[in-house]
């Protein structure tokens, strides 16, 4: 399918073209590169290890080219949804008849990096509302609207409310629900659902501890390789940089597992609730 075939434009959205916290790590990383680099050089006396400097600013501009979205278009019979670039290269479909749309329903979504916030992490408040798409086939879609000021808190965006009254216009005329395919729940299992979806994902002080302990992990496991007499090459600075961060990536991956199934509690009750009021 083409976008000639789905008729007329009705409305093109275009997001982000990177993700704000992706911007933020490659400032970060060009401040740590431009600093730490010449002091490590005049540590060392050579550039033998440059490339450990050099290497993670140029994977993140990489991963920003490869992650620029294209835009949402709307029109009479179908969608085009937005895509990064690394999936069209690869021939991902992104075209899709109103007919091939199972499920649209509203959808929350942590807000950029959020959750790599102890805050958010712990409360699970900074989220953004976003549409969700099930489509044939089995493939899942969640559009994301950028935020005009920030939010910490759920609520409609200017965006977000501009494409869902453009698509419940478009449902409308043809006639169909957002929702079609949707498993019935009793008052008893959305109330369950609504105290497991509200339970914090981890607690604030452990996550906390998480985030903090590289400062205390890196240079105990830096003096202990100093004391045994190993000397600093490649190897053994990356094996302290993973020991170090370790804690804090399995925090992160635990909380990032907890999201999904709370994620996945809030998706089942939008679906039933805009079935219900369809």
Known sequence: MKPTDLGNPRLEYTP???????????IITLVVAAVGLPLWSLARGNLDLWWLWVIPPLLIIGFIVLSRPTPLRIYDLGLELPLPLWMGLIGIRRVYGYGEVINLYPRLYYVSG???????????????????????GGREALLRFTPSVPQFARGEEESYRMVADELRGVFAALGRPWVTQVQEYSEQDLRRMKRMAARPLMPFHLISIAFL?????LPILYLGLASWGIGLTSATLALIVLGGISPMVSMLLISWRRSRRRHHYLREISKFTEWTRS
């Open 213 to 217: 302990s590289p400062l205390a992990v």
């Open 16 to 26: 982000l073209p990177a993700s704000p916290i992706a911007i933020a790590i490659l």
């Open 114 to 136: 959020a959750l790599l916030s102890p805050f958010a992490a712990s409360t699970g408040t900074v989220e953004h509302l976003g549409l969700g798409l099930e489509l044939k």
